[in-house]
């Protein structure tokens, strides 16, 4: 008879290494909260140890579908943790499935680190908890692989893995998966929450600090240039020639801060009551239109080209709302299929994109944005004096009271307080 070999050890690391990889999960599903809110409870740990800390958890690969990848990560390890708890149960005998899963699994899990490695390196950004976790799932493989079916053959792995320990782990990966998820939901929603009335509470003292970090008031109003053809939003029963504040807003497309205002410019504009009109010009960081800057953003200049193009349609703000969202994919084709969803004629808008004149509108903005010294994106223009970054609603509303109170020769703290 055949002498099982002793599956305790492997077994049992399997058990303290999903275990580890579960916390690791907990932990940087916490984290993707505080990056994606900004507000520090846990993330401290992962600026500690490197320099960029773990910002790439809520980068441009950190979500898929919507899911934080963490999360994900963290119903695996919940899955491999739950299968060799029943493989230990079963360690002494000769062939068992879950050894079998064990193996597939954690041979997944050591594929999947791959992959998110070489989408770290793309962002240039390694997170040190990550690499914790891509060292765990390589330990994880390890020990399965010791622990496996010495009888193995594809044949078995096949039955094994559409076996009903299957559906028992695939199961437990979709309870903490649904889990892991509603749970960063609600995480995030009460952060945010909390960060709002935060920021609203101390708008007046945020709004102040923002002037003077931008020197604004000592740099004094710019002559803003005339517009020409520039999309242009009226609010609060401002008009073409009258409006108690006019904002000039330069941005690229392709900037996540810039995303950031067009959201937060959005929302006020909806609840204020001011006599308000906007114009938007484009700034792409991109040097195929705008020699001397850094080339930040490869796709830059197409898409405000296809902005040009849809403001010629009446449709901009509707065609910025799309394009903003989807701002790391705005390739051509990727840009046309924006201009349907947003209710545009795409053969029209292509047509347009490759006119000469459509450019030579973004190349105005871009003179527009180097004679006031525009030096980074989101900049926008009050009355003509400068700020610099993008704000929520409570802010923006505070620093227009607060440039509205130094145009009238008040004391602008006065009048934010």
Request: net charge negative.
């Amino acid at each position: 008879m055949t002498q099982s070999p002793n599956r305790s050890l492997p077994l049992l690391a399997l058990i303290v290494l999903a275990v580890c990889a579960v916390a690791n999960g907990v932990y940087l599903t916490m984290v993707h909260v505080d990056y994606t809110t900004g507000v520090n409870t846990v993330a401290g740990a992962c600026q500690g140890l490197a320099e960029h800390g773990c910002a790439v958890t809520a980068g441009r690969f950190g979500a898929v579908a919507g899911i934080p990848v963490a999360a994900i990560g963290l119903a695996g390890g919940a899955s491999i943790l739950a299968c060799a708890i029943a493989a230990y149960r079963k360690r002494d005998a000769l062939h068992d499935g879950y050894r079998s899963l064990l193996l597939v699994l954690t041979g997944f899990s050591v594929l999947a680190s791959a992959v998110m490695g070489m989408l770290s390196a793309l962002e240039g950004s390694f997170c040190p908890f990550c690499l914790i976790w891509y060292g765990l799932n390589i330990g994880l493989f390890a020990a399965a692989f010791i622990a496996r079916n010495r009888d193995l053959r594809p044949t078995d792995v096949l039955d094994d893995i559409t076996g009903n320990g299957a559906f028992v782990v695939l199961g437990v990966f979709g309870v903490v998966l649904v889990s892991a998820v509603l749970w960063h939901n609600g995480r995030l929603a009460t952060q945010t929450a909390e960060q709002a009335a935060e920021v609203e509470a101390n708008a007046p003292a945020i709004a102040a600090t923002i002037l003077e970090k931008n020197e604004t008031f000592e740099k004094g109003p710019v002559e803003v240039p005339p517009m020409r053809d520039n999309p242009t939003k009226l609010v609060g029963g401002a008009t073409a020639t009258e409006a108690d504040v006019v904002i000039v807003e330069f941005a690229d497309f392709q900037c996540p801060f810039c995303l950031r205002l067009w959201t937060g410019m959005h929302d006020y504009l909806e609840q204020t009551d001011r006599s308000i009109r906007v114009h938007f010009a484009h700034y792409p960081l991109n040097s195929a239109c705008n020699p001397g800057v850094n080339d930040l953003h490869p796709d830059a200049c197409q898409a405000a080209v296809a902005g040009v193009c849809a403001e010629a349609q009446g449709k901009f703000w509707a065609f910025g709302d799309v394009v903003f969202p989807n701002q790391t994919s705005l390739d051509r084709d990727d840009l046309l299929d924006y201009a349907k969803e947003a209710g545009l004629d795409p053969n029209a808008l292509a047509t347009c994109m490759d006119d000469p004149k459509s450019m030579g509108q973004v190349r105005y903005d871009i003179g527009m944005g180097n004679k006031i010294d525009l030096s980074a994106t989101p900049m926008f223009l009050i009355n003509g004096y400068p700020v610099t970054g993008a704000f929520p609603p409570p802010v923006l509303e505070e620093i227009i009271k607060q440039v509205l109170a130094h145009d009238a020769g008040e004391n602008p703290e006065a009048a934010g307080a």
